[in-house]
């Protein structure tokens, strides 16, 4: 596993910055998911040798903070309000809209061609705009089931609001 220069420097300032090791395990986990988008099996095993701890502990972490990811993600990374406000305003309908137009059948999966990746998220703070998308950080507003199609249609040709 390659790791630049850049990176170990950080992760060593993390490590010490703690009087235990392991208290820097989610800036560490923070890094490589800003920097490879996901944390690989491998990344696991390398960062447990590298604080001393057993593999299933670091996954144990990755997998209670809903931010980690073990899966590679599409290059478009469609987080979709789930929550009340949204969901009266159809956020579900939406949702298999855009999976059926951006070919992504599986919910959190992505899309055979790699581009698209659409999951469900908590409350994005914009409920009287609703429905609402989290578009790789950037919010997408009032994306309702007569304009999805068109929306997915944009995305598909590079063309993001």
């Not at 696991?44 to 701890?53: N, Q, R």
């Not at 199609?149 to 063309?159: M, S």
Request: proline content about 6%; charged content about 20%.
């Amino acid at each position: 596993m390659e790791i630049s220069t850049n990176t170990l420097q950080q992760i060593e300032d993390a490590i010490n910055s703690y009087p235990e090791p392991k208290s820097a395990l989610l800036k560490i986990l923070h890094l490589f998911q800003q920097k490879d988008g996901y944390i690989s099996q491998e990344t696991i095993d390398w960062i447990s040798k590298k604080l001393s701890m057993e593999p299933l502990n670091v996954l144990e972490v990755i997998t209670f903070y809903p931010i980690f990811r073990t899966k590679p993600v599409g290059r478009f990374l469609l987080k979709i309000c789930h929550t009340l406000s949204c969901e009266l305003q159809n956020s579900s309908e939406v949702c298999k809209i855009l999976q059926k137009e951006l070919n992504c059948p599986e919910l959190g999966g992505t899309s055979l061609d790699g581009l698209f990746t659409i999951e469900y998220c908590g409350c994005l703070a914009n409920c009287d705009k609703g429905p609402n998308i989290l578009l790789n950080g950037k919010l997408c507003q009032e994306i309702t089931p007569e304009n999805a199609k068109t929306f997915a249609f944009n995305l598909k040709r590079g063309i993001v609001p």
